[in-house]
Structure formats: C-alpha cells, structure tokens
C-alpha cells in the first residue's frame, strides 16, 4: 500500500485505465494516424509517441513496484524520473503547435548532438579511428533526411528539460524533484553507503511509486487536454 499522502494518486492513476479514459486516447491516436489531414504526420506521430512513452514508463513503474526482487529503490526512483520528464514534455507540447514542432525537431539535434561528441572526441586522439569516416557520413545522412522532413539548424541548441520546465512554469518542482530523485537513481555517496533498514526501504519504495502515480497523472491530463482537432486541421507551423 502506498503511504497515505500518495494513495490518490495511485487510485487515480488505477482508474485512467479502469475508466476507459486509457482506451478512449488510443482510440483518439488511432483515428490521428489514418487521417492526419496534410501537414500533420509529424505532429501525429510525436504526439502518437509521447503517450506511448508515457503508458510504457507507468507499466515499467508498477512492473518494479510488483516484483520488488528484480528491481531496487534507484530502479523504481528511476522509472519515477522517467515519469516526471515525460510530464514536463507532455506540458511542452500541449502549450501548442509551435511547442510541438520544436519539440519534434529535438529528435534530430539530439542525434546530431550525439555524433558530434563521438567526432570531437575521435579527433582529439593521436591517430584518428578508423570508425570517424562512419561517423561523419552518419551526420551527414542525418542531416540530409532533417533537410527533407523541413527540419533546419540540427547544430543548434536542443530544448533541455529544466528549460521546458521554466516554460511550462514548474522550474520549482523540477528543481526539488530532480535533486530528490537524481540521489537515488546515481551512485552518489547517498545511494552506495545507502540505507539497510527493510521499513526504511520499503517506505522510500512506496514514496517513488506514489510520486511516480502522480507524474503519470500529469503526464496523461495534459496529453488528453490537447485539441485533436488542432492536430488534425491543417495549419501553418
């Protein structure tokens, strides 16, 4: 049982799916995807994604919590985490259209990101590897197929999820939670040195999964508050 001050939450997040809601936003997800209306795919799918992420994390999050042997408390501290993010991009995206595209193209500057500190660091050896040539040319393929999907500037700056929190106007719960969760989820000298007191453990489980209850239930009201119609109407990016 969860401890008292997070037991709605849990119910809450139980009767999304009891009451039909869960279903009822597939349903909506499926009708986006066979007529998107022009111009939309991209905004269906990102869309489409983030509540599969979404539903995928919270039954990660209740797999942990269930089978206490294959998961401690960073793991169920982790997949809270993972909730908790999930929720401020879900905010992002349902602040409208604009949001959503910049939030799309990230995909692109993340992956762009990445090669770039592979190469960065393959140059800096004395002898540079002979996998740099693949690197490059997958930058290069990357950026090719942004350019045909109308995405631009992938060097640019990605949206980081403190600053789409300041947006949304959770800076202070980002800021408390990431610190909160981030000594669970890291080796900090917090989490090796830990504690070893069953009562202890058990009641810093329940806290994460009820914390992890209420990312899911902000994750999925702010993905079910936006307009299916302003995804499926064409409009001007």
């Excluded at 197929?145 to 992938?154: I, M, S, T, W």
Aim: aromatic letters at 12%; hydrophobic letters at 40%; one cysteine or more.
């Amino acid at each position: 049982m969860a401890e008292p001050m997070f037991s709605n939450f849990v119910v809450e997040a139980h009767d999304i799916k009891e009451s039909g809601r869960w279903a009822a936003l597939n349903e909506h997800i499926e009708k986006m995807a066979a007529e998107p209306g022009e111009g939309n795919g991209w905004y269906v799918q990102i869309y489409a994604q983030l509540c599969a992420q979404v539903f995928a994390e919270y039954h990660s999050l209740k797999w942990v919590r269930e089978e206490p042997q294959y998961g401690d408390v960073s793991l169920l501290a982790w997949r809270t985490r993972n909730l908790f993010e999930l929720s401020i991009w879900a905010h992002y995206l349902a602040k409208g259209r604009k949001s959503a595209r910049r939030l799309y193209d990230d995909a692109g500057r993340d992956a762009h990101d990445l090669f770039a500190t592979f190469e960065q660091w393959g140059k800096r050896n004395a002898e540079a590897p002979d996998w740099l040539e693949q690197i490059a040319s997958g930058k290069t393929e990357l950026m090719d197929r942004a350019a045909e999907d109308g995405v631009e500037g992938l060097d640019g700056r990605y949206m980081r999820v403190d600053a789409a929190a300041e947006e949304c106007g959770l800076a202070g719960m980002y800021k408390v939670m990431s610190k909160l969760l981030s000594k669970f989820v890291h080796p900090t000298a917090l989490q090796i040195l830990g504690i070893s007191d069953e009562e202890q453990v058990a009641g810093q489980r329940e806290c994460f999964f009820g914390l992890g209850c209420l990312f899911f239930l902000e994750a999925f009201n702010a993905l079910e508050r936006v307009d299916i119609k302003d995804i499926t109407a064409k409009q001007s990016d």
